[in-house]
């Protein structure tokens, strides 16, 4: 029996396997988390359930990256467990992690009994009280009658309206005692039809794109989240607009297509950057304008009109007044301001559509393409990320990242052209995620190759799920960039704080090469290689990419002084936007 019999008559049953029902009949088939006292009951109730899968992870927060990178691949709900006390603030990081970037994350923590609550016994915590910032939805269950209906709830609120994490802790004896349920009480009901677009609102962005001369697409990981890649391409494509995709939303529209610009915000192009400067009409679509990406606010897209689309209201005038602020989901959206769009003013040929526009953002392109320097016999690690992303693309590829310059060279140098194929940590820049995250996506899909691209202070954050990885045969290769060094905070050292290099520096003249990563990995069991010349990043890329029946890592010795560009640093206009070390991009007199 692969799943929970059918039980269409109420019968006694445990508040453990009530859960563990109730995920099932949620379509749950993966978990990942630790045991520990008080949530053993739940533990010892899996052998009822053989299809559905358990990962023990090596840390709490292991659990909860994979959860969140299961989720964010699949679109679907992240599952993660843990014990009371330290098991369950071992996930905060996590949740706050989903919590910033939308993910929909369910975490059932174990608790103490429910005589205990409130003595300081051992391994008490209020865990509800310490996530509800960063929850959508936190509630502990002290009764087993009160258990699936609770489960229920938070899974629905997880994945309705804007997703994110939600946790239920429930104490050891509501997993133990006995109750009554059958199917119906256990069953998730299906979610609200998504929230449809106002059509005053609609035909007003429609007559504001038809009107704009400066018009730009400004997508973020919303659109990802609302599987509204289609209808985004289709609005674009029929008004010849520029599009630009925020780090959560690479490969919601191709990162190859003509019309794509690239990245916006700090570490943006010149291209994007500039669009947003200079436009007359900016189109947010499931984005909340993040100060990564606006630079300082009183001073972005000073010249636009904007239309705002989001299905949390209230990140619509949170930060920027909108012109048409548009509450719905994205998908539904974006279809009827295409349907909009075609009926008020049909366009046969919109490639001659903002011409003089194109003219200009071409030359932006064309003059301030990304790049970087190519010094002979030392491995730049912008030219590992660039051949990895050449070597191993493909239908079946998903690449997750660490944070930190290897993410954002992740996210430059890599051509993201699908939804769902690029996994990190974007509002909380949590260090550590890649690897955690890259099991999670490997569980979902395992014939999936997936990168996991991390640096190697990132990666010592984290590195022991190799092990959870070899245990649980989810051959995931991962790319680690080792500068010896903390990379970003050492680049804004070198540009901003006199190059005064204070406690970035992960070496010493004691400990060179501590630890050597190559030989960790082979440690945990995986296969491992080393690579400090350009001439040997194919092969080693390469092979790994053939081993399939166990974990690899590259360690590429790189470059320790490798900045990544452009930048625009932090707290100042995007005007402000750098491409080197004392040089910005001539803007021109318009600007």
Not at 38 to 65: C, D, M, V
Not at 249 to 265: C, D, E, I, K, Y
Not at 266 to 289: I, N, P, S, W, Y
Not at 388 to 408: C, N, R, S
């Amino acid at each position: 029996m692969s799943g929970p019999a059918e039980d269409l008559a109420p019968h006694a049953t445990s508040g453990a396997a009530a859960a563990l029902r109730v995920l099932w009949y949620a379509g749950v088939r993966v978990m990942f988390g630790i045991p520990g006292g008080a949530n053993l009951p739940l533990y010892q109730t899996l052998k009822e359930f053989p299809g559905l899968r358990h990962i023990l992870t090596r840390h709490e927060q292991g659990a909860g990256h994979a959860a969140s990178g299961y989720a964010q691949a699949t679109g679907s709900l992240g599952v993660c467990l843990a014990t009371s006390g330290p098991g369950a603030t071992n996930l905060v990081t996590a949740l706050m992690d989903a919590h910033m970037d939308s993910v929909p994350v369910l975490a059932l923590t174990g608790q103490v009994e429910a005589s205990q609550l409130g003595t300081a016994a051992f391994q008490e915590t209020d865990i509800c009280s310490i996530v509800a910032p960063v929850t959508k939805y936190a509630v502990e269950v002290t009764h087993a009658r009160d258990v699936a209906r609770v489960v229920r709830e938070a899974i629905t609120q997880a994945l309705s309206g804007r997703p994110g994490p939600v946790l239920v802790s429930i104490t050891k004896d509501a997993l133990t005692g006995t109750t009554t349920a059958a199917s119906a009480a256990l069953t998730v009901p299906a979610l609200a039809e998504p929230l449809q677009p106002a059509a005053e609102q609609i035909e007003r962005a429609a007559e504001l794109l038809h009107s704009a001369e400066r018009p730009v697409l400004y997508v973020g990981g919303g659109v990802v989240k609302a599987d509204a890649a289609k209808p985004l391409r289709d609005l674009a494509e029929l008004l010849n607009l520029p599009v630009v995709t925020t780090l959560m939303a690479r490969g919601a529209f191709p990162g190859s297509h003509r019309q794509h610009l690239g990245m916006p915000g700090m570490h943006g192009t010149v291209a994007a950057v500039a669009a947003l400067q200079e436009a007359d009409l900016v189109v947010a679509v499931g984005a909340r304008f993040d100060n990564r990406v606006t630079g300082k606010l009183e001073s972005f897209a000073p010249h636009a009109a904007v239309v705002h689309i989001d299905i949390d209201r209230g990140e619509l005038n949170r930060k920027r007044r909108a012109t048409v602020a548009v509450h719905a989901h994205c998908s539904p959206a974006l279809t009827a301001l295409v349907r909009q769009v075609r009926e008020l003013h049909p366009c046969d040929q919109p490639e001659q559509r903002l011409s003089e526009w194109w003219l200009r953002l071409d030359s932006y392109r064309a003059r301030y393409p990304l790049g970087y320097p190519d010094r002979d016999g030392e491995l730049m690690p912008q030219y590992v990320i660039e051949r990895l992303g050449v070597l191993t693309a493909g239908p079946a590829t998903v690449y997750t990242a660490g944070v930190g310059q290897h993410q954002m060279w992740a996210s430059q140098l890599i051509q993201h052209d699908r939804p769902r194929s690029f996994v990190n940590s974007g509002g909380a820049g949590t260090m550590g995620y890649a690897i955690p995250a890259a099991l999670g996506v490997q569980a979902a899909f395992p014939d999936a190759e997936v990168w996991a691209i991390d640096g190697d202070g990132s990666f010592q954050m984290t590195c022991q799920e190799l092990a959870t990885c070899v245990h649980s045969c989810l051959p995931v290769k991962v790319a680690v960039l080792n500068n010896a060094s903390l990379g970003l905070v050492r680049q804004w050292q070198d540009l901003f704080h006199n190059r005064e290099f204070i406690e970035s520096d992960l070496d010493s003249p004691t400990a060179p090469t501590s630890p050597d990563i190559t030989e960790l990995a082979r440690a945990y069991g995986c296969a491992a290689y080393r690579c400090d010349s350009p001439e040997e990043v194919d092969r080693a890329v390469l092979a790994a990419s053939s081993v399939r029946d166990r974990p690899v890592v590259i360690e590429f010795v790189v470059a320790k002084d490798a900045m990544v560009w452009p930048t625009v640093p932090m707290g100042v206009s995007n005007d402000e936007i750098m491409i080197a070390r004392g040089l910005r991009p001539d803007f021109g007199p318009e600007h």
